[in-house]
């Protein structure tokens, strides 16, 4: 049996041929009592509308494309890519996703390739920067570019990201308020070939600590390891080899915070009878090992990246094109007044 057209469709839905078109392209313009007859109706005739013909007719792919610098399986990644797909999949559109966009080879693959394919309608970049010649080659295709937590605006037709900067110093300023006196603040190393957003976590650590210059047996350090898939075992063998455990730690992530929580406890180490301990995301599992965190909401910012994509697609001109958001500080129980339980 041959596959149905569009005109059998349309035919056999008692609809017609533009709405069965709308229904697959621009659900927005039609009922949902239409769109699921019309939909019900395709899958009974095995009909698939064609994204070429589309493309063809309106001079859009009804494709977007997400770079992140890590894999789609990574828990920031995985919600802001629901976030995006929550408003772009109701819109008709389809994700491409380009992972590991971190590597001076995959970054020429991407941008060399993309304008001349063409075949995206608009681009998320995720968490990192990009050069300004790679700005240059996406704006070739005309298509509006989205930043989520990236450095910088500078580039982008609109961004949306929270201050990690900002994030950081409230976590360290919580510790030195609490009363704590020797401080970490431990992540994994920069890569030179990528500007990520969560490395300015670092700056807003430092800036709080030296607030406290001159004071009286305040001490403060940065610990560094490298990045990988092993940085929270190597974390943790830097944190145990310091002449002076610390009263107080900040960590770039919650998935450095979480395993060091869990894994300290074996040492002797007790959150937060001996120390406490502030991670960065509230990811998942943060709530379930009672760990106090800045959250952020990357499900939301992909929505609202991709509210901001839909727009700039149809010509709109943003309101508020580029937006800051601040991490909230979300208390639980690693962290206590020091000296009040020790």
């Given at each position: 049996m041959d596959k149905a057209g569009i005109r059998e469709v349309a035919k056999a839905a008692g609809v017609s041929i533009s709405t069965v078109s709308?229904?697959?392209?621009?659900?927005?313009?039609?009922?949902?009592?239409?769109?699921?007859?019309?939909?019900?109706?395709?899958?009974?005739?095995?009909?698939?509308?064609?994204?070429?013909?589309?493309?063809?007719?309106s001079g859009q792919t009804y494709r977007v494309a997400m770079l992140m610098n890590e894999e789609i399986t990574s828990w920031f990644n995985m919600e802001v890519f629901a976030g995006i797909n929550s408003v772009m999949h109701d819109a008709g559109y389809d994700i491409s996703l380009f992972q590991h966009v971190?590597?001076?080879?995959?970054?020429?693959?991407?941008?060399?390739?993309?304008?001349?394919r063409r075949n995206v309608?608009?681009?998320?970049?995720?968490?990192?920067?990009?050069?300004?010649?790679?700005?240059?080659?996406l704006q070739r295709i005309h298509v509006?570019?989205?930043?989520?937590?990236?450095?910088?605006?500078?580039g982008f037709d609109a961004?949306?990201?929270?201050?990690?900067?900002?994030?950081?110093?409230?976590?360290?300023?919580?510790?030195?308020?609490?009363?704590?006196?020797?401080?970490?603040?431990?992540?994994?190393?920069?890569?030179?070939?990528?500007?990520?957003?969560?490395?300015?976590?670092?700056?807003?650590?430092?800036?709080?600590?030296?607030?406290?210059?001159?004071?009286?047996d305040f001490k403060w350090r940065v610990l560094s390891v490298p990045r990988g898939k092993t940085f929270a075992d190597s974390a943790l063998t830097a944190l145990l080899a310091l002449d002076?455990?610390?009263?107080?730690?900040?960590?770039?992530?919650?998935?450095?915070?979480i395993p060091l929580v869990l894994r300290l406890d074996r040492y002797g180490h007790r959150t937060p009878r001996d120390y406490s301990i502030i991670g960065f995301d509230d990811s998942a599992y943060a709530d379930t090992v009672n760990l106090t965190t800045m959250r952020q909401d990357p499900f939301a910012m992909g929505r609202a990246a991709a509210r901001k994509a839909v727009k700039l697609i149809a010509g709109e001109t943003l309101e508020n094109p580029y937006e800051v958001v601040r991490a909230q500080l979300v208390l639980r129980g690693t962290d206590?007044?020091?000296?009040?339980?020790?």
């Open positions: 709308r229904a697959f392209t621009r659900p927005e313009l039609v009922s949902e009592r239409t769109r699921r007859k019309v939909l019900d109706t395709a899958d009974r005739l095995d009909f698939n509308i064609s994204r070429s013909a589309t493309a063809l007719k971190d590597t001076g080879e995959n970054r020429r693959d991407f941008f060399t390739n993309l304008p001349v309608d608009a681009v998320f970049v995720t968490s990192f920067g990009v050069e300004p010649e790679e700005i240059q080659q509006p570019i989205i930043g989520i937590n990236t450095p910088s605006q500078e961004t949306i990201s929270i201050d990690d900067e900002d994030g950081m110093f409230s976590s360290a300023q919580h510790l030195i308020n609490l009363g704590h006196k020797n401080i970490v603040y431990v992540c994994s190393d920069a890569v030179d070939s990528i500007n990520s957003s969560i490395d300015a976590r670092g700056q807003g650590f430092i800036r709080a600590c030296k607030t406290m210059e001159g004071t009286h002076e455990f610390p009263d107080g730690i900040c960590c770039q992530t919650d998935m450095m915070a206590s007044v020091y000296g009040g339980d020790r």
